[in-house]
């Protein structure tokens, strides 16, 4: 494992009043947890606005947390206590780690096991990000490791200093972190520029002498300067014609073949992430929705706002016509996020108990492949009257209203929740099996026969029937 990034949340706060008060916060990413592995490139997807260049940047610390951690490297035996420590966690709390922050917060009760288990947890995983979390890290050491973790940034155009010679834009990295003498740098320059097939003649020339894709190509080699082990891709080809996109993408490609490079690719449009991408995790509103192995995810989404997303990718084929689901209603605003699932509102498949309990991020009992959505069996509690893999078919309505914050299981302040992050590598393949094929098949007969949601649609995509489990692809080449 590269990196680990665990219940990540940045609010923005909002200011007003004569005073310029605090008066709420813009929760641009709200509990977010996934991983890369090395050589790896993760998709990061969703609509402007959910969050995945706050995202990229927090994995970055180019801008501080509000809260959770982002593991660099951990050693191997760090890495496995902290998925150890989310999993305890994740059966210690099975609604999900906004429950016990809510539970956290409203003071804890000592006499609850799970509270005091879920406490000592806790402490130890704050102990692992003193040590380990890149938040934590002194601005010196910061400095250091900024030669791994590097950024290609969206817009060729205004990331590179119109004053400065591509010589200079290029050097200037190993300048700052002392590498070679003035020779040395130069010559690496030269050599990095060949690597994303631009001259050496280039060097002399100024940013504004470029076409957009020999710019985003210079930013590419910027980033490279140092060696980095892992670079953010923050929508770098939507900015540029389809034939260059290829040319960018195919050069990124390759580097990542030569360098073992891991890139998180944040990007919206959907065929150039599953070209590129060896895993893809759908954002919605600062939060994660779906988060699955790439065909995986395009072969069987399962959260309706991934099919949603799907069905808008365009088949270039005249002959073949998809149904597109139109979702109704705009984005919600990040500053006042719906109760519940955050995206119910525009959701074709709403239930009553959407709007009312946030589904937590469950494994759907496909390798590598989780979802967060009450359709799905195991996503909520079944005291919660939601849908019980012990009565199976049955889906009722909770008659009793869901557990108001702090009401479910008092505990003390604290914050870097760990998440229900979905495992890495190996574990996954031991992924507990929480979806109970028989309801899935009832559900998939009822969501097929469902009436029209709101904005009149119905989603196309569900599939027939639960498909067996996939085997994990092999890295793309
Ligand atoms: S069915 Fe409910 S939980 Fe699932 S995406 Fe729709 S609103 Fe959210």
């Known amino acids: 494992m590269l990196m680990l990034s665990w219940q990540l949340r940045k609010y923005f706060p909002l200011r007003g009043g004569v005073l310029s008060s605090h008066i709420g916060d813009v929760k641009?990413?709200?509990?977010?947890?996934?991983?890369?592995?090395?050589?790896?490139?993760?998709?990061?997807?969703?609509?402007?606005?959910?969050?995945?260049?706050?995202?990229?940047?927090?994995?970055?610390?180019?801008?501080?947390?509000?809260?959770?951690?982002?593991?660099?490297q951990p050693p191997p035996e760090v890495a496995r206590r902290l998925t150890e420590i989310r999993d305890e966690l994740r059966k210690l709390n099975p609604l999900g780690t906004e429950t016990l922050a809510s539970a956290l917060k409203a003071g804890g009760d000592s006499t609850d096991p799970t509270v005091g288990a879920s406490r000592t947890l806790l402490r130890e995983l704050d102990q692992l990000a003193d040590q380990y979390s890149l938040y934590r890290l002194s601005p010196s050491k910061m400095r250091k490791l900024r030669g791994k973790l590097q950024i290609v940034f969206q817009d060729p155009f205004s990331s590179l200093s119109p004053r400065m010679l591509v010589r200079d834009i290029i050097s200037e990295p190993l300048t700052i972190h002392h590498w070679g003498n003035?020779?040395?740098?130069?010559?690496?320059?030269?050599?990095?520029?060949?690597?994303?097939?631009?001259?050496?003649?280039?060097?002399?020339?100024?940013?504004?002498?470029?076409?957009?894709?020999?710019?985003?190509?210079?930013?590419?080699?910027?980033?490279?300067?140092?060696?980095?082990?892992?670079?953010?891709?923050?929508?770098?080809?939507?900015?540029?014609?389809?034939?260059?996109?290829?040319?960018?993408?195919?050069?990124?490609?390759?580097?990542?073949?030569?360098?073992?490079?891991?890139?998180?690719?944040?990007?919206?449009?959907?065929?150039?992430?599953?070209?590129?991408?060896?895993?893809?995790?759908?954002?919605?509103?600062?939060?994660?929705?779906?988060?699955?192995?790439t065909e995986e995810l395009f072969e069987h989404p399962l959260h309706p706002y991934t099919q949603a997303l799907l069905s808008a990718i365009p088949i270039p084929d005249p002959a073949l016509k998809r149904e597109r689901i139109i979702l109704s209603g705009d984005v919600p605003s990040p500053a006042s996020p719906p109760s519940g699932c955050r995206f119910h509102t525009r959701c074709p498949m709403v239930m009553p108990v959407c709007s009312k309990v946030e589904p937590p991020l469950i494994p759907t009992g496909r390798r590598g492949h989780y979802v967060a959505c009450h359709l799905y069996p195991g996503s909520s509690l079944p005291e919660f009257g939601l849908i019980s893999s012990r009565s199976p078919g049955i889906i009722e309505i909770p008659s009793k209203a869901p557990p108001e914050e702090g009401e479910v299981a008092p505990l003390p302040s604290g914050e870097g929740l760990p998440a229900p992050s979905p495992p890495t590598g190996a574990e996954s393949e031991g992924a507990p099996t929480s979806v109970d094929p028989v309801v899935l098949q009832w559900l998939v007969t009822g969501w097929r026969d469902a009436p029209a949601g709101p904005g009149g649609s119905k989603t196309p995509l569900g599939p027939a029937s639960f498909p067996p489990p996939a085997s994990e692809p092999a890295p793309r080449t």
């Not at 592995?37 to 260049?53: A, H, I, N, Q």
């Not at 040395?184 to 320059?189: C, I, S, T």
Request: aromatic fraction near 8%; include cysteine.
């Open 28 to 72: 641009a990413v709200d509990g977010v947890s996934f991983d890369v592995r090395r050589g790896e490139t993760v998709g990061l997807v969703g609509e402007s606005g959910c969050g995945k260049t706050t995202v990229g940047r927090l994995m970055l610390r180019l801008i501080e947390p509000s809260g959770g951690h982002t593991f660099f």
């Open 182 to 293: 003035r020779k040395k740098r130069y010559e690496r320059v030269a050599e990095l520029l060949t690597a994303v097939g631009l001259n050496p003649e280039h060097l002399w020339r100024f940013p504004h002498e470029f076409s957009g894709g020999q710019r985003q190509r210079i930013g590419i080699a910027r980033a490279l300067a140092l060696r980095p082990d892992f670079i953010v891709l923050d929508e770098p080809t939507s900015a540029l014609d389809v034939s260059v996109q290829a040319q960018i993408l195919n050069i990124l490609l390759r580097l990542q073949r030569e360098q073992n490079l891991s890139y998180l690719f944040i990007s919206h449009h959907l065929s150039v992430v599953r070209a590129v991408s060896h895993r893809v995790v759908v954002m919605y509103l600062g939060k994660v929705a779906e988060w699955a192995n």
